[in-house]
């Protein structure tokens, strides 16, 4: 009788370990607080969202370099900022009818495969996922979703991805699926309190910040990582660091980092 006792009081210990361990999100090491808005391509002239903006950003030393994710009709996974790849709408063509068409540097639409295989390569610069709301459905979103974090597991990049969106069921989702896993919320519109007990971080517009002058300071005593997006103002960037936020969001990597290295 001891025995079966000691085991259950085993089992309950373990378990509770487990989900005590389960709740905790992963602390990704970033190099710096720059993150590479849709890569590098302002001041290099990549296509934004390009395989060539993303290698910019990884050889200039970001900390991050931000992507957005849509899923075309035959649920083919690419890379680009607007829910229309040059005049094409994503989410109703085909990925092959969607290579018709061609960026300014020769590159097709990348696939989010062939974008992560080129962003893991290397160890430096975190990948800064944007899961796409999708105009379809609320299905389709989770869908995207799921199959993001598919696609990260595959290639074991858990550790070196962090997951945005705009749509707080996405968040949800993606924080059921993968519970250690940074994620950021994008809306603006949830309380540091809110965000921290669904064990999100905010990723907000900078005018959300400015208008709440302790915003930073009340998420940094809840332990609710800060970023905002899309700084390119020099006086911004200085304000967001005299607060010490934790990342900024730019078009302007070039000019950041300069401000960090000095």
């Not at 075309?72 to 969607?98: A, P």
């Not at 919320?185 to 064990?199: I, M």
């Not at 905010?202 to 700084?231: M, P």
Request: hydrophobic residues 40%; charged residues 25%.
């Amino acid at each position: 009788m001891k025995h079966i006792l000691l085991s259950l009081l085993v089992a309950v210990f373990v378990s509770g370990c487990s989900t005590q361990k389960a709740a905790v999100t992963t602390s990704i090491p970033f190099m710096n607080k720059v993150i590479a808005h849709r890569g590098a391509f302002k001041n290099t002239g990549a296509p934004e969202n390009s395989i060539a903006s993303l290698k910019a950003a990884i050889a200039m030393g970001c900390g991050g370099t931000e992507f957005d994710i849509h899923m075309t009709s035959d649920e083919v996974l690419v890379v680009n900022h607007d829910d229309k790849f040059l005049g094409m709408e994503i989410e109703t063509n085909t990925y092959q009818q969607l290579l018709s068409k061609t960026l300014p540097n020769g590159e097709k639409i990348p696939t989010l495969e062939a974008y992560l295989k080129e962003g893991y390569g290397q160890k430096k610069t975190i990948m800064v996922a944007e899961i796409k709301t999708s105009k379809v459905s609320k299905d389709r979103s989770l869908r995207l979703a799921t199959k993001v974090v598919e696609l990260v597991r595959r290639f074991k990049g858990q550790a070196q991805t962090v997951y945005i969106a705009f749509d707080y069921d996405v968040c949800k989702k993606v924080r059921e699926l993968e519970p250690r896993a940074p994620v950021q919320y994008l809306n603006g519109d949830a309380s540091a309190e809110k965000l921290k007990a669904d064990k999100l971080d905010a990723d907000y517009h900078y005018s959300v910040f400015q208008k709440d002058k302790n915003w930073i300071k009340n998420a940094k005593t809840l332990g609710v990582k800060t970023n905002a997006w899309t700084v390119n103002d020099e006086k911004i960037m200085d304000d967001f660091l005299a607060q010490g936020i934790d990342f900024i969001t730019t078009n302007e990597p070039e000019l950041l980092l300069k401000k960090l290295s000095k």
